[in-house]
DNA sequence: TTGTCTATCCGAAACGTTTCGGAAAAAAGC
DNA sequence: GCTTTTTTCCGAAACGTTTCGGATAGACAA
């Protein structure tokens, strides 16, 4: 009188209805080779008894695992992506429903991740990879391609030439969009507020802000281009007073990152800069925090649940389809218009 | 003249080194029916292929998947915590030092929780689980021990008297340290500024400032407990407004989250009250942008990355000792003092 | 010399699944 | 009624690992 604790198996299955295992496997598998009646008494016990495929063996056989691996650098912590959460746990959705599981792999301080990425495709941990926070020339992109691995990579590169999966969300557009819509507004002297690192998405909008105001005819110096470094807590504040100190001062300001929008804010509060009277800032992110600022910060929305769950579904498609072609999305960034940006003052205006 | 593309097999080792695949097994196992002249000879061959088990092979052995899964709850945007990305990142990094894989499992809206992680361990996905944000009366840790499914809980939750394993940080002390400190800084009218949902961790911190205020004989009365929901962003501004309309006003206030906290900052800045010199404020997370606030909020630090290194050292204990003793670990959280809070002004200290 | 013990190795089975090739039975064609 | 085709089922092998229970050889004791 024991007690079966562990689940069923194809065999205790097969025992069960009197068939031999193959064409219980075979039955739910769906395949032709068995009478429909036998399908569903097969399909009928299976639920009875609460049958579930063992991972290990189907693994053994397949060599694929259904499932897929984040790679996150772990290295620096800076580098922890403020949406990270809200990625993965999007992922993780998107993914389930595909019967894919997500995993999760990290890349230690002195470790290559490239290695990592090589290590996770070799030992067979999972069919395809993600990548997150692509720079300007990844070497992870070109490696993969190399090694014809399947992934997704959430941002783009620009120099790739060959084709691969890519999703992004165009920031390009969206800072083009705020130019044009603080034009309109009036203003004529745009500052832009930018990062070091070489991340894809920094060059983007910067160049979003250069094409609206060539367009417009408007000058776009160096000089109005201040970048800093996420890191350098002090760098970022005397960015933002650098931005102030301009003479004549910008009416309009375009921040790559809400952080530094939102520090900007501060710092213009300390130093009595108005807003959005005297300047409009505008950030890209739309941080929870951006909303509760003074005043409530106008950004552009990334929608990360969205992407997660697209990225889940070209990922899906890779390991289904390996040889359809890939993918390339590119997301509208929602502008979220709130108080931080307004018409330029009449007397500026006229300068 | 085929190119063996797939990395090597057991079998591979054997033919190589024309020895069984049982004894290159063990030897690489490190078993003592095995020469030590063998065992040297098989790990430098293992090494010079480049040699890695396969996972799948040893799980259909062991049963053992030597991987922990993380549950996660998407049904609500909101209970993305802000340092999932953090946590995952660290988590991710411990466990892969103890060759443990981490994946993460979601929680649709509509989905029982509680299946979720019966499914896990029942499909035999996971030997281990992680939950987070643990509340008052949880029901998920009720069914981990019930099931005597290994885990570790990133909360505590009060009530449950049988041992399991968890790792909090410990928001009572931290809140009721602050209490005193500013207590010791003149204050006499506190308020505390709350949230409604069950967490766990919302008591224990409330439960500090009123220890705190107790034992200095100060009242703590309900009207100056102030809470609100984190979904409702009108609620939060109420909420913060309700704090500054307390007449008499309070001189300091404890937040239980850098969100609310922040957000206190901004009402208190439009209504013209002096931070600290009016109002000192202190929250808890230590969130990013907490410390470009205006003043820089002062706030307790979790070290996210700490107790996720921790958090992932007991789980892997939990798999390979599931017999030893359940951990619980209970971290200080750092005081992160900035400018929002000081010496209460003198004419307040008077009444 | 014979038997026992130890050190070292190996064959076979097992884990759970899938597929290949074949076999039996039923249906169809003549 | 006989052959051919189709339908439906099944045995065996394979995936990669580990362990159990031997097996072989040499060392040792009597």
Redesign the pocket.
């Known amino acids: 009188m024991t007690i079966t604790k562990?689940r069923p198996?194809?065999?205790d299955l097969s025992i069960a209805l009197?068939?031999?295992?193959?064409?219980v496997?075979?039955a739910?598998?769906g395949h032709d080779?068995?009478?429909r009646a036998?399908q569903a008494r097969v399909q009928a016990k299976a639920r009875e008894l609460g049958y579930v495929?063992?991972r290990?063996?189907?693994m053994?056989?397949?060599g694929a695992t259904r499932s897929v691996c984040l790679v996150v650098p772990a290295y620096d912590p800076t580098f922890i992506d403020p949406f990270l959460g809200a990625f993965v746990t999007g992922l993780g959705e998107g993914l389930a429903q595909n019967d894919v599981d997500l995993f999760i792999a990290t890349v230690s301080r002195g470790q290559c991740e490239l290695d990592v990425i090589r290590g996770i495709i070799n030992t067979g941990r999972a069919d395809a990879v993600v990548i997150t926070r692509t720079e300007r020339d990844d070497p992870r992109v070109r490696f993969l391609i190399d090694q014809n691995i399947p992934f997704v990579s959430h941002g783009r590169v620009e120099d790739e030439q060959r084709p691969y999966a890519w999703y992004d969300s165009d920031g390009e557009r969206a800072f083009e969009l705020a130019t044009e819509l603080l034009i309109d507004l009036g203003h004529r002297r745009f500052a832009y507020l930018g990062v070091k690192d070489p991340l894809s998405f920094v060059d983007y909008r910067r160049s979003g802000v250069e094409k609206a105001l060539s367009r417009a005819g408007l000058a776009f110096p160096a000089s109005h281009q201040i970048t800093t470094s996420r890191r350098d807590r002090d760098g970022v504040l005397v960015a933002c007073h650098s931005v102030l100190d301009l003479d004549p001062r910008p009416t309009a300001v375009l921040a790559v990152i809400d952080e530094l929008a939102l520090c900007l804010l501060t710092v213009a509060a300390e130093r009595d800069v108005l807003i959005p009277e005297e300047l409009s800032v505008i950030g890209f992110d739309n941080l929870p925090v951006s909303a509760y600022a003074k005043p409530a910060l106008s950004t552009f929305d990334h929608q990360p649940g969205d992407s997660a769950a697209r990225v889940a579904l070209m990922l899906a498609n890779q390991i289904d389809r390996p040889d359809a072609s890939k993918e390339t999305v590119l997301a509208p960034a929602v502008f979220t218009p709130r108080g931080s940006h307004g018409r330029a003052a009449d007397n500026q205006r006229q300068i």
Chains 1, 2 share one sequence.
């Open positions: 562990s198996r194809l065999k009197g068939l031999s295992v193959t064409t496997s075979r739910l598998g080779d068995v009478s036998t495929p063992s290990a063996g189907r053994l056989v397949s």
